[in-house]
C-alpha cells in the first residue's frame, strides 16, 4: 500500500480576539491596518467590528433585479467575438506574447497577430498578463496559508488564501480565470445564514478575477437529494460558472445510494466527512472508513475536516469552567495537536483504502508535518485553509509559506464565508456561538499576486497553476477550465501588475459591512475579467447578468486515482504468497 495516493487539502481558521476596551475604542480600519502584515490573507472574524452603511456597498441588492441595474451594476452588453491583443498569455507551464480570439463563450484562436473584422470587441493586453480566470472556488483543493496578526493583548487573526509565488517585475499579459475550490454562499450555519448569496459572492468573486467556485452543499436533515434540490434554487441567480461540493452529515445505506446518484447523474465528484462538530456533523472512525470505501468505488474525491472532535467538546468545556467566553476561547479550545492527530488519523485511515484524501482546514504545523510525511511516501497532497481551526502562534506561518514554494501545498482557495457586525455579536457571550466566517473571494487573486509574485517567490506560470490550473485538474474539468487554449472557455483575466489596488468596505461587492483587509494596498491589479465569453468587469464596473452562471458538472476519477488500480493489485498480490505452518508436536 505504499503506492497508495492521497490529496491532502488544507484550510486555515479564522479567530480575531479584542479586549472590550479595543471593541469600543477601534474601528476595523485602523486595527488592521496597523497590525496586518504583508502575508495577509483571508480572516476569520470571530467577533463584532463598527458596522456600515449598506447604501455604501457597491453591490447592494442587484442580485434580485432582472431589470433596469442598481448599484453601479449593468447588463452585460459586450459582443459575442472578442480579441484580446498583445499580453503575455500565460498557462500553468509556458508564456508567450500572443493574442487570443474568443467567439460565443469559446477561446477559438491564440497566436500571435490575429486579423479580425470590425464587429469584434479588441482589447489591448500590451504589456499585461492574461491568464485563466482565477478563482473556481470550489471549496475543495486549495492552498492557503496562515498569518498571525497582534499585539500581545489585542488581536489574534487567522488567514488563508491560495498564495503562489511569481517573479518580480512582471510584464502585464492574459491569464486563465481563477478558481476558488472553497466557498460557502448562501449556507445557514450557527443559526444564522451568510450574508453573500450566489450573486453577490459571485459578483465580487467576478471583480477579482474569479471566475468559477466550487461550494458545499450541506444535505437536508442529512439527504443529498435535498440538499442539492435546495442548493440548485439557491444558485438560480448565479452570475457565473459555479460547481458542488457534497457535505456527508450522517452514514446509512441510503446515504450511500445517494452518493452513486450526486457522482453519476448531478456531476459531483468529491465529498466532504467532518471529524469535528461533536453532536451535529461529527461521524466516527468507523462510518469514515465507510466514506472512504464509497468514494474509492465511485472514483470521487473524499474530503475531511481533521480535528478531534471529541477533544475539541472537552476542550471547549474545559474553557468555559474557567470563565472563558470570549473570542480567545475558539483557538484555546482546539490546540494544534488535536488538528495534527486527526490529520494524521485521517491520512492513514485513506492510505489503508488506498484513496485520494483532501484535508481542508489546515493551520498548523502538528497538520502540516504529517502532510509533508504523507507526500514523500508518495502520497498526494493537496491543501486548503479555511475557519477552524483557529489561528496559531507565530511560526505556524512560515511553515505553511515554505511548505507553499515547494510544492507540497499546492492550492489556494478563500473559504469565503461572510457574516455581518450584527451576526457576529450573536456568540458575544460564548465563543462557541460566533458565526465563523470572512471574506475573500474578491481579495485573493490580488493579495496572492502581491504577497507572492510580487516578492518574487513564485513566477507567473506557478501563479496560475496553483490559483486555477491544479484545481481544474483535480475536479476533472481541465482543459474546459484553468487554461488559455483553444476549446477551452473563455475565463480570463487581465492583469496590470504596474497596477495598484486598495481594498476598502466601501468600494467591495459583498454584502458584507465590514473587510478584514481594510485599508490594505498593493500592487497588481485585475482590470478586466471575461466570463463565458463576456466582459463582465473592465474600468472598475461589474456587467453582469443574474442568471447567467451555469452549473459545471464534474466528471468522477480524475487524475488523483491514476495508478490506484496498480497499487491495489501489488498489494492483492502480496496477501497471496505462501504461508508456511509448523504443527508442534509436544
Not at 480579441?83 to 493574442?99: P, R, S
Not at 466516527?284 to 472512504?292: Q, V
Not at 495598484?500 to 467591495?508: K, N, Q, R, V
Request: aromatic residues 8%; contains cysteine; hydrophobic residues 40%.
Amino acid at each position: 500500500m505504499d503506492d497508495c495516493q492521497v490529496a491532502i487539502i488544507m484550510e486555515i481558521p479564522y479567530v480575531t480576539n479584542w479586549t472590550d476596551s479595543e471593541l469600543t475604542q477601534h474601528s476595523l480600519s485602523s486595527a488592521m491596518s496597523s497590525q496586518l502584515i504583508s502575508l495577509a490573507s483571508l480572516l476569520l472574524l470571530l467577533f463584532t467590528f463598527p458596522s456600515q452603511s449598506e447604501s455604501d456597498n457597491l453591490f447592494c441588492d442587484a442580485g434580485t433585479v432582472h431589470g433596469e441595474p442598481k448599484c453601479g451594476i449593468k447588463s452585460s452588453s459586450s459582443s459575442s467575438k472578442i480579441l484580446i491583443k498583445g499580453g503575455t498569455v500565460v498557462n500553468a507551464h509556458h508564456q508567450e506574447i500572443a493574442d487570443v480570439y474568443v467567439e460565443d463563450g469559446i477561446i477559438v484562436a491564440v497566436h500571435p497577430n490575429i486579423k479580425v473584422g470590425d464587429d469584434v470587441t479588441v482589447l489591448d493586453a500590451t504589456g499585461k498578463y492574461v491568464m485563466p480566470g482565477a478563482g473556481v472556488d470550489f471549496l475543495f483543493l486549495l492552498m492557503n496559508f496562515i498569518i498571525h496578526v497582534g499585539r500581545s493583548e489585542t488581536l489574534e487573526v487567522s488567514a488563508y488564501f491560495f498564495v503562489y509565488l511569481t517573479t518580480t517585475n512582471a510584464l502585464p499579459g492574459t491569464l486563465t480565470g481563477g478558481i476558488d475550490p472553497h466557498t460557502h454562499l448562501a449556507m445557514e450555519f450557527m443559526g444564522t445564514e451568510t450574508i453573500d448569496d450566489f450573486f453577490s459572492g459571485q459578483a465580487a468573486a467576478l471583480a477579482g478575477g474569479t471566475t468559477m467556485h466550487i461550494d458545499f452543499i450541506i444535505p437536508v436533515d442529512g439527504s443529498l437529494t435535498a440538499g442539492f434540490e435546495a442548493y440548485k434554487k439557491k444558485a438560480k441567480n448565479s452570475c457565473m460558472d459555479y460547481g458542488f461540493h457534497m457535505a456527508i452529515t450522517k452514514w446509512n445505506e441510503v446515504v450511500s445510494e445517494e452518493m452513486e446518484v450526486m457522482v453519476k447523474e448531478k456531476g459531483i465528484n468529491s465529498f466532504k466527512f467532518f471529524m469535528a462538530y461533536k453532536g451535529s456533523f461529527m461521524i466516527n472512525d468507523d462510518l469514515l472508513l465507510e466514506g472512504l470505501k464509497r468514494c474509492k468505488s465511485l472514483g470521487a474525491l473524499a474530503m475531511v475536516h481533521a480535528e478531534n472532535g471529541d477533544a475539541v467538546f472537552e476542550g471547549q468545556k474545559r474553557m468555559i469552567e474557567l470563565g472563558i467566553t470570549g473570542p480567545e476561547g475558539h483557538a484555546l479550545s482546539r490546540p494544534p495537536l488535536l488538528e495534527g492527530e486527526a490529520t494524521s488519523r485521517a491520512i492513514r485511515l485513506a492510505k489503508f483504502v488506498n484513496t485520494p484524501l483532501y484535508v481542508v482546514h489546515v493551520m498548523s504545523i502538528d497538520a502540516m508535518e504529517e502532510i509533508s510525511k504523507a507526500r514523500k511516501s508518495g502520497m498526494i497532497t493537496l491543501i486548503l485553509y479555511v475557519m477552524s481551526p483557529p489561528i496559531r502562534a507565530s511560526g505556524h506561518d512560515k511553515a505553511l509559506q515554505a511548505a507553499l514554494a515547494t510544492g507540497v501545498l499546492q492550492l489556494v482557495g478563500t473559504d469565503h464565508c461572510t457574516f455581518n457586525s450584527t451576526q457576529k455579536t450573536y456568540g458575544i457571550d460564548d465563543f462557541r456561538k460566533i458565526p465563523n466566517g470572512v471574506n475573500g473571494i474578491e481579495e485573493r487573486m490580488h493579495l496572492v499576486w502581491d504577497t507572492m509574485v510580487e516578492t518574487g517567490r513564485i513566477s507567473v506560470t506557478d501563479y496560475v497553476r496553483i490559483t486555477s490550473t491544479e484545481c481544474a485538474r483535480i475536479f476533472n474539468i481541465y482543459p474546459r477550465k484553468g487554461a488559455i487554449l483553444v476549446g477551452s472557455d473563455a475565463d480570463i483575466i487581465i492583469l496590470n501588475p504596474n497596477s495598484s489596488f486598495e481594498i476598502t468596505a466601501t468600494s467591495h461587492h459583498s454584502r458584507s459591512d465590514t473587510n478584514v483587509y481594510e485599508g490594505r494596498r498593493g500592487k497588481g491589479k485585475v482590470e478586466v475579467t471575461i466570463a463565458g465569453g463576456r466582459i463582465v468587469w473592465e474600468n472598475d464596473e461589474l456587467k453582469i447578468v443574474p442568471g447567467s452562471g451555469k452549473y459545471i458538472e464534474m466528471l468522477p476519477f480524475s487524475y488523483l486515482y491514476d495508478g490506484i488500480e496498480k497499487a491495489d493489485a501489488k498489494y492483492l498480490s502480496s496477501l497471496k504468497a505462501p504461508v508456511k505452518r509448523f504443527t508442534s508436536t509436544a
